[in-house]
């Protein structure tokens, strides 16, 4: 089986994560060839200097975990992360707003940072935690992320994603504009799960270990 290097996205957000672990998952991301990598916004400036060189993606998250913030305080976490070096920010949207029904208030935040992000061409991925929402939240969250210019909706805030769930990706799949990517975060056992969230309408796929790519020791 064809390992989609090109689709994984490493996610290293735990909360205990050490310089030396920030260090080790650079390497790791440049020399297995990943889509990119997503750290917190502390060790951006830090893994810049060897990942960008390499052509991999810097990630990071903005309000995390719960993106309850106001909204002048992440785009201050958002300048700066661009300024040390970041190519796609990762927008939590606030959960206490969305449970309160304040849809005007995600809406417009969403504006904002697709308006100052795309005037960097840069990447905006709008991510919440979507075994914490309804039916009906979850799809007004995929229309408004849309119509707000959003590049990207992910699946989850964790840093120790639920194990695949392929129904789940799908169904997000359909209630997303075709123009809006699909970042799905799992724990992936295997290549085969990594594909199977292909399959479902995955666009790329985050993971918070690569144990599962020891499986297969060369790229075919």
Request: with cysteine.
């Amino acid at each position: 089986m064809t390992i989609p290097y090109q689709a994984i996205e490493y996610h290293r957000l735990h909360p205990l994560i050490k310089d030396r672990e920030v260090d080790a998952a650079v390497r790791e991301a440049i020399s297995i060839g990943l889509n990119g990598l997503c750290i917190p916004p502390y060790w951006v400036k830090k893994a810049s200097r060897d990942i960008l060189p390499a052509g991999i993606g810097l990630v990071t998250a903005i309000g995390y975990p719960y993106g309850y913030q106001r909204t002048e305080a992440k785009l201050a976490e958002m300048e700066l992360a661009f300024t040390d070096g970041a190519q796609e920010i990762e927008l939590t949207i606030n959960l206490s707003a969305l449970k309160s029904q304040c849809w005007n208030w995600i809406k417009v935040e969403i504006a904002r940072f697709a308006k100052s992000v795309h005037d960097k061409e840069k990447i905006l991925t709008v991510v919440m935690d979507t075994e914490l929402l309804s039916q009906d939240e979850l799809t007004r969250l995929c229309k408004e992320a849309a119509d707000a210019g959003a590049d990207n909706l992910k699946t989850t805030t964790s840093y120790q994603p639920a194990p695949l769930h392929v129904q789940k990706i799908s169904h997000i799949r359909e209630l997303l504009h075709h123009s809006v990517g699909l970042k799905a975060c799992f724990a992936a056992g295997s290549i085969q799960h990594v594909q199977e969230a292909l399959d479902a309408g995955a666009d790329k796929i985050c993971v918070p270990e690569l144990t599962f790519l020891s499986q297969m020791s060369t790229k075919t």
